[in-house]
Every structure is written in structure tokens, then in C-alpha cells.
């Protein structure tokens, strides 16, 4: 998945002249937490509302008034993307400045928003949780082959799997998470323990008691 599928468009801009109060306005009337300000058309910074907080708060070292314009509080320069990004690039960018948006730049002509949001709503599409479906999980050992032969056992039984997910983990195995079009998921989970997958979703159905 792309960022251009994901990003919010068109973009709601602020000028550089604006003032933090107009600029907070603004965020509570259309429901914003960012703003991309922008010089002449140039993009220039973004202005969030935990910004304007910290501006006009006694923590600021020069604490500023609704009057003063928003390039004394917005972060500048601003990261950004391009549409043609992978989203888990995207993703990386924002975990790893703690940030909550990235402004989307073609060149050097401002396109689109992505937001943590966003995010959510990529992760919702990616693991198929948008579609009727139940959750598979497996342990697979980390080698060539294992995800085929899992693969390969779902469409013997005419299974349709919407998603796959995969991440190692220290016990040398791969997690797998799929979601697939099955409604039947615990008899197919049993038959893929005889096969002598490792399910770990959903459990083992709880045996009466004795």
C-alpha cells in the first residue's frame, strides 16, 4: 500500500501570517490536530494543537499570545513524504520522530495529509478486518516452505485467505496472522493441529470436566 491511497486530500493550509489564535480556531471548528502552513504557496512548517498549547503555556520559555503569528509555534522545517512512499515507510517516520502527521509533497507541491489515523485505517485494510472474516493465527518455523505448505492446506479446502501478516519472534518461528473467509474457524483450526501446525488463534476448544 501506497501513501497516495491513504492520505487525506485536498489539504486545509494556513499562511504563514496567520495568527495562533485564528490558527486554533480554526482546529476546533473543522476538528484538526495539524495544519501545514504554508509561504507563497510553499510549505514551511506544520502548526499541531499541542503546539499552540506549549506556545501559549508558562512551560514555553517565551510564551506567545493568540495574537502572534503561528511561525513563532509551529515546527519548522517539517518532515515529510512523497505519495509514492510505502505507508510502513510513512509509519517509521512518524514512530520514530514521534510526530502525528507527515504533509505529502509531490515535488515540491503540498498533495495530501497522512495521520496517525490515517495509519489505523491502513492497518484496518491490510489485515482485512474491513471485510467478513475470521482470525487465524500460527507459528511457523522460520524456514523456506513452511508459509506454502500452510497456504496450500487452506485452498485444499477451498479456504480464501483476504490477508496475510507475518513477524519473527525469538523462539525462532514466524507468526502468521491471516484472516480468511471461512465462518467454520475453530473445526478448521482443529484440522490444521492434526496436520501439526502450531494454531495459536483461536484456542483449542475447553474440554468438559470429568
Given at each position: 500500500?501506497l501513501?497516495k491511497e491513504?492520505?487525506r486530500?485536498p489539504?486545509?493550509?494556513?499562511?504563514?501570517?496567520t495568527?495562533?489564535?485564528?490558527?486554533?480556531?480554526?482546529?476546533l471548528s473543522r476538528?484538526?490536530?495539524?495544519?501545514?502552513v504554508?509561504?507563497?504557496?510553499?510549505?514551511?512548517?506544520?502548526?499541531t494543537?499541542r503546539d499552540?498549547?506549549f506556545?501559549?503555556s508558562?512551560l514555553?520559555?517565551?510564551?506567545?499570545s493568540?495574537g502572534?503569528?503561528v511561525?513563532?509555534a509551529?515546527s519548522s522545517?517539517?518532515?515529510?513524504a512523497d505519495?509514492?512512499?510505502?505507508?510502513?515507510d510513512?509509519a517509521?517516520?512518524?514512530?520514530?520522530?514521534?510526530?502525528?502527521c507527515l504533509?505529502?509533497?509531490e515535488?515540491?507541491v503540498?498533495v495530501?495529509i497522512?495521520?496517525?489515523?490515517?495509519?489505523?485505517?491502513a492497518?484496518?485494510?491490510?489485515?482485512?478486518?474491513t471485510k467478513?472474516?475470521?482470525?487465524?493465527?500460527?507459528?511457523l518455523?522460520?524456514?523456506?516452505?513452511?508459509?506454502?505448505?500452510?497456504t496450500a492446506?487452506?485452498a485444499?479446502?477451498h479456504?480464501n485467505?483476504h490477508?496475510i501478516?507475518t513477524?519473527?519472534?525469538p523462539?525462532?518461528?514466524?507468526?502468521?496472522?491471516?484472516?480468511?473467509d471461512?465462518?467454520?474457524i475453530?473445526?478448521?483450526?482443529?484440522?490444521?493441529?492434526?496436520?501439526?501446525?502450531?494454531?495459536l488463534?483461536?484456542l483449542p476448544?475447553?474440554?468438559?470436566?470429568p
Amino acid at each position: 500500500m501506497l501513501v497516495k491511497e491513504i492520505m487525506r486530500k485536498p489539504v486545509t493550509v494556513i499562511p504563514v501570517g496567520t495568527t495562533i489564535g485564528e490558527a486554533d480556531q480554526i482546529l476546533l471548528s473543522r476538528g484538526f490536530r495539524h495544519l501545514p502552513v504554508v509561504d507563497q504557496g510553499r510549505l514551511v512548517g506544520v502548526l499541531t494543537d499541542r503546539d499552540i498549547r506549549f506556545a501559549t503555556s508558562s512551560l514555553c520559555q517565551t510564551p506567545r499570545s493568540a495574537g502572534d503569528p503561528v511561525s513563532l509555534a509551529m515546527s519548522s522545517p517539517p518532515l515529510t513524504a512523497d505519495p509514492l512512499d510505502p505507508v510502513e515507510d510513512a509509519a517509521r517516520i512518524m514512530r520514530e520522530h514521534k510526530i502525528g502527521c507527515l504533509p505529502i509533497l509531490e515535488g515540491a507541491v503540498l498533495v495530501g495529509i497522512l495521520t496517525g489515523m490515517d495509519l489505523l485505517d491502513a492497518l484496518m485494510i491490510l489485515t482485512g478486518v474491513t471485510k467478513p472474516s475470521s482470525r487465524l493465527e500460527v507459528a511457523l518455523p522460520d524456514r523456506p516452505g513452511e508459509l506454502a505448505r500452510l497456504t496450500a492446506f487452506l485452498a485444499t479446502r477451498h479456504v480464501n485467505i483476504h490477508s496475510i501478516l507475518t513477524y519473527p519472534t525469538p523462539d525462532a518461528t514466524v507468526r502468521t496472522v491471516l484472516r480468511v473467509d471461512s465462518t467454520q474457524i475453530r473445526p478448521l483450526a482443529e484440522e490444521l493441529r492434526v496436520a501439526e501446525f502450531t494454531v495459536l488463534w483461536p484456542l483449542p476448544k475447553p474440554q468438559p470436566i470429568p
